[in-house]
């Protein structure tokens, strides 16, 4: 009688979620959703910083910064507010992917091509070894994802309401 318990994963390598989970940790841009806090936010506002360059001179051409300094302040950050928002949108996509590769019982791959789609159903041990990474690992990341967002949705809702009294 065959052990059915014991299965060969038939899922190259690269497509497993699991190694897909490691590549994402381990890059360059996604590694920043696992840095502190501090780091984290750091790295927001760098991107923040250097999207201010590209928007301000929008916003320049827009306001004139000597006649409406706080409608050009204003559109400015609002601009680069928008950089930032697509690159946390990137992240949070991202992660996304894996965690719902990892969530799913089954594994959908490719062994040569886009021609040939594969499904494998995941032992329990790999479900639950998914399932441990999941609620403990990728939940507490796109939780600090979402709340950045909360957080980018004040700033430009008070933005908003400054330039409501002007």
Known sequence: MKDTSVSICPVPQEQRPLNEYQELKESWFFSWATLSWRQYLTKLAWVWGWSC???????????????????????????????????????????????????N???????????????????????LQDQLIVNYQLEPILKRLRQTFYGLTVFLVAGGVIWSFL
């Open 105 to 127: 019982p089954t594994v959908v791959y490719e062994e040569s091509g886009w021609y040939d789609g594969q499904s494998w159903v995941k032992t329990p041990e790999v479900l």
């Open 53 to 103: 360059l590209v928007s301000g001179p929008i916003a320049a051409a827009s306001f004139v910064p000597v006649k409406y300094p706080v409608q050009f302040a204003l559109s400015g950050a609002a601009g680069a507010s928008f950089i930032l928002g697509l690159a946390l949108l990137r992240l949070y996509l991202g992660w996304f992917y894996v965690r719902s590769r990892l969530s």
